[in-house]
């Protein structure tokens, strides 16, 4: 029996279409709702951001975005042990999101609105703001209005503190842009830079774990509204972790995750933010 052109092309449409179906060709073969039926996420975090995001040396996570993680994924359904972290760094998060590597982001992730156009934000859980870090030496450099004379300051490529200082900096000081926080502070021990910027929790976290050697300086000179960040559109699952934040915020566990991870931020009082609703 002879089959004309027509059809013969239709039914090469459907079987490269069933194809692909089969193989998981495409970022929505797989849904949040999907992993959560399954009693599994995999959620992006930082790996080298001390108090915050981090990985230690035994495999084991530490820090405050990987206790609002697991908590808003309890919430969600799911126990630890069916979360699966991965790192997320700075210049890749909406990229993962978009691509479907990961179901959500917390990983000191700044809501902007030019971030909003192709990721959603749950949140905030936390308002930072950008600030200095410096060798304890240092005396040339005490907040943000002495950043002059052409001062190596280092930051994140694809940051928001990293734009902000291209922004308004540019004509007092060299950015340099390394692709982690840790890689930054590495570069202000050796005498590489002046300077690292970003917020004031990451840099606290660093501190701290510097024994000493770096400081603070300055007030803060931004606000940096840290949210969850999730797929573009998926309303369901935003407004559900949105519900998550506010019960961290009600039952204590809140303050009680950044007093284990962080514990006092220079003089700063601790204000649990308000949930936009957007």
């Known amino acids: 029996m002879r089959i004309n052109r027509t059809l013969r092309l239709g039914i090469g449409a459907i079987a490269v279409t069933l194809v692909a179906a089969a193989c998981g060709g495409g970022s929505d073969a797989t849904t949040i709702d999907d992993h959560l039926r399954e009693g599994k996420l995999t959620i992006g975090i930082k790996f080298d951001q001390p108090g915050l995001g981090f990985r230690d040396t035994d495999g084991s996570y530490q820090g405050y975005d990987v206790k609002i993680a697991e908590y808003v994924a309890g919430k969600l359904g799911v126990r630890p042990?069916?979360?699966?972290?991965?790192?997320?760094p700075t210049a890749q998060r909406e990229t993962m999101i978009m691509n479907g590597d990961v179901d959500f982001i917390v990983a000191t992730y700044s809501i902007t609105d030019e971030r909003k156009k192709k990721v959603d934000f749950a949140g905030p859980y936390?308002?930072?703001g950008?600030?200095?870090?410096?060798?304890?030496?240092?005396?040339?450099?005490?907040?943000?209005?002495?950043?002059?004379?052409?001062k190596k300051l280092c930051s994140v490529e694809g940051s928001?503190?990293?734009?902000?200082?291209?922004?308004?900096?540019?004509?007092?000081?060299?950015?340099?842009?390394?692709?982690?926080?840790?890689?930054?502070?590495e570069a202000l021990r050796?005498?590489?830079?002046?300077?690292?910027?970003?917020d004031d929790i990451i840099l606290a976290g660093f501190a701290g774990q510097a024994s000493g050697e770096l400081?603070?300086?300055?007030?803060?000179?931004?606000?940096?509204k840290y949210g969850i960040g999730l797929r573009k559109g998926d309303q369901g699952t935003r407004a559900k972790i949105n519900d998550?934040?506010?019960?961290?915020?009600?039952?204590?566990?809140?303050?009680?995750a950044f007093e284990e991870t962080i514990g006092p931020l220079r003089d700063s009082t601790l204000t649990p933010p308000a949930v936009d609703r957007y």
């Open 244 to 256: 998550a934040i506010e019960e961290m915020i009600a039952d204590g566990s809140w303050k009680r």
């Open 215 to 224: 400081k603070l300086v300055g007030d803060t000179f931004t606000t940096e």
């Open 126 to 128: 936390f308002v930072a």
């Open 81 to 88: 042990e069916g979360i699966t972290f991965r790192e997320a």
């Open 160 to 185: 928001t503190p990293a734009q902000y200082v291209k922004d308004h900096y540019a004509t007092d000081v060299q950015l340099v842009e390394l692709d982690t926080y840790s890689r930054c502070i």
């Open 190 to 198: 050796s005498g590489s830079v002046d300077a690292v910027t970003t």
């Open 130 to 150: 950008q600030a200095l870090l410096v060798k304890k030496e240092t005396t040339d450099i005490t907040g943000v209005e002495s950043l002059t004379g052409n």
